[in-house]
């Protein structure tokens, strides 16, 4: 099943101190996609066979008149629709419901917050119940992504949305973008496969990328990146994430066994984070040598 996280702008009203989709150099001058262009590349996709689309990358409520009109374009080719929203046009349950029935009558499927301890220093949390009970009235399927780091700080975020009742996910922060700067606290959790689904993404300047988080910021190989739509279709790019070896070791054999088989040690792993490990060994033009030669022999026998 092909999915995609589908950037239109990387433009935002506010400025997360977490945020991995910042490039500060972009952020002060925004990259947005041409509306015509973006609804040529989701008929493209829908031709491709891509069955799902959350529309992310800056604030899509910021551009929502052309949101509508590329959900209406999914719902018509029958594409799954989701969007990542920050939740600031939720500012009362009035106006949180005239929004959401708009989404929903142009066929919106599902509708993701972003809540965290970031986020919340920009926008009162009470906008994450609006817009979930004006989900849930407009039969909207929803989530909250709760963006942590597993800091004690968090807890009172967490408790909010236990005591809303509101249906949440803890999502761990990604240390890339503007949080690549934070002090990261070592991880000692279960030795896990850490296996990847690796949806790609599209950035606004029609770059297409085989990761959508950490893995676009991998600057010193780019080894994420797949090319741009300017020169190449939305299914060459597709076949070109789906045929290569490597990633296909992320997704089916997991980040944690690739590690072991590279040399790091089991005590490591268990201290990193995935994209941590990902940045380690894919970032690093030796290591990439190294390990693109054994996914083409040895490392997809290292299985149990
Ligand atoms: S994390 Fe989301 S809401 Fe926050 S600045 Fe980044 S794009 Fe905007
Ligand atoms: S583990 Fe690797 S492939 Fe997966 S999201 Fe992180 S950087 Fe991307």
């Keep these: 099943m092909r999915k995609i996280a589908f950037g239109y702008s990387t433009r935002c009203n506010i ?27 989701i008929l493209e996709m829908g031709e491709a066979g891509v069955t799902g689309i959350s529309f992310t990358a800056g604030e899509p409520f910021i551009y929502f008149d052309d949101l509508l009109q590329l959900i209406t374009l999914c719902h018509k080719l029958q594409i799954y629709s989701r969007v990542v929203t920050n939740s600031y046009w939720a500012s009362s349950p009035e106006k949180a419901g005239e929004r959401l029935g708009k989404l929903k009558d142009h066929g919106l499927c599902q509708l993701r917050m972003s809540f965290s301890r970031w986020h919340q220093q920009h926008v009162p949390r009470q906008n994450i119940v609006h817009a979930a009970k004006g989900c849930i009235k407009n039969n909207i399927d929803y989530f909250i992504s709760f963006v942590t780091d597993f800091s004690e700080e968090d807890d009172t975020y967490e408790q909010f949305l236990r005591d809303n009742t509101l249906k949440f996910f803890p999502e761990p922060v990604i240390y890339a973008g503007r949080a690549d700067g934070f002090t990261q606290k070592p991880l000692f959790t279960d030795y896990q496969d850490n296996r990847c689904a690796m949806n790609p993404y599209l950035a606004p300047d029609l770059t297409m990328y085989a990761c959508c988080d950490a893995g676009s910021h991998f600057t010193t190989t780019n080894y994420f990146k ?26 089916n054999i997991g980040i944690s066994t690739i590690a072991s088989f590279a040399g790091f040690s089991a005590r490591e792993i268990v201290t990193l984070r995935k994209c941590e490990l990902c940045k380690k060994m894919f970032d690093s033009p030796d290591s990439l040598e190294r390990l693109e030669k054994a996914a083409a022999t040895d490392l997809p026998r290292w299985i149990r």
Excluded: T, W
């Excluded at 101190?17 to 002060?28: I, K, L």
């Excluded at 797949?226 to 045929?243: H, M, R, V, Y």
């Design 226 to 251: 797949l090319g741009n739509l300017k020169d190449q279709s939305i299914d060459a790019l597709f076949c070109k994430s789906e045929n290569n070896q490597l990633y296909n070791c992320i997704r």
């Design 15 to 41: 400025k997360c101190s977490h945020c991995v989709a910042a490039d500060d150099s972009q952020q002060s001058r925004p990259v947005k996609m041409d509306l015509e262009r973006a609804k040529e590349i």
